[in-house]
């Protein structure tokens, strides 16, 4: 579906990472992504993550990478956006009301958790590098019942990666579900550690897209043997069904 939105509400998180807010008239479901025109001269769109949504408007946001993220955050308020959307496959919440849900985020993979997180019970483990760089914790503390802190060099919370802590959250017993999305080594570890643990998980893969429906192979995944598009069939699968490259 397109829509040509408003941007209502534009907030710089940090350097380099901004956060739009825009009206739009379909509702999602938590995990599902956009594909935005970023502007003059970029042809191909960007897929983004929906961090919330709320009575009309969509929250998303995103890092600077490259020149279609740097056109698309000079843009402001007032401004409109071409957007396809909402597309892909969210998360299944099926097994939180089981137990306690964790959700884990790598930087700006903890976007769509965020959305996950206010429809569900949850606990969130976030990663950053520094305490910089640290964004969105009290957006998490204000719908989670307990956030905790992972930060490369120990500048903030704990010194370490989030699948430590999510390995020392998990001897716990009491977490029947894992949601997480972020860096490929990340996502490999934590499929590892829940497969081991025989609990649920889910990750929302970051895959670079070009059509963002279906029709084009350019973020295809390896998936049980075979190659599923992540635009498509995810961008959430169920951590089993995911193999990634050794």
């Known amino acids: 579906m397109k829509n040509i939105c408003k941007i209502i509400k ?9 956060d739009f807010e825009v009206e739009f008239s379909h509702r999602p479901l938590p995990g ?20 919330d949504y709320n009575e ?23 401004d409109m956006l071409d ?29 769509p958790l ?11 483990i976030l990663g950053f590098r ?9 957006d998490f503390k204000s719908v989670c019942s307990a956030v905790h802190i992972a ?17 020392g959250r998990l001897e716990k017993a009491d977490v029947t579900s894992v949601y997480a999305c972020g860096p490929m080594p990340m996502m ?14 889910q990750l929302s893969l970051e895959q670079r897209m070009g059509c963002g429906i279906g029709a084009c192979s350019v973020c295809v995944c390896k998936s049980k043997g075979e190659y599923k598009k992540v635009c498509q069939n995810g961008p959430v699968f169920n951590a089993r069904e995911v193999d990634f490259d050794e």
């Open 130 to 138: 520094t305490k910089d760089a640290v964004i969105m914790e009290d």
């Open 83 to 111: 957007i396809l959307g909402p597309l892909g496959r969210g998360f299944d919440t099926g097994k939180s009301g089981e137990g306690t849900a964790v959700v884990v985020g790598g930087g700006i993979g903890i976007f």
């Open 10 to 18: 534009k907030t710089q998180l940090c350097k380099e990472v901004f």
């Open 114 to 124: 965020y959305f996950l997180s206010k429809r569900i019970k949850t606990e969130a």
């Open 151 to 167: 930060t490369d060099d120990g500048s903030y919370g704990f010194h370490g990666l989030v699948t430590d802590v999510l390995q």
């Open 188 to 201: 490999k570890e934590i499929k590892r550690i829940t497969e081991d643990m025989g609990i649920f998980c």
């Open 32 to 51: 599902q992504f956009i594909h935005v025109l970023c502007g003059d001269g970029v042809f191909l769109r960007r897929p983004i993550s929906i961090c």
């Open 56 to 78: 009309g408007i969509l929250r998303f946001s995103f890092a600077v990478r490259g020149e279609g993220t740097k056109r698309l955050a000079n843009h402001n308020e007032g």
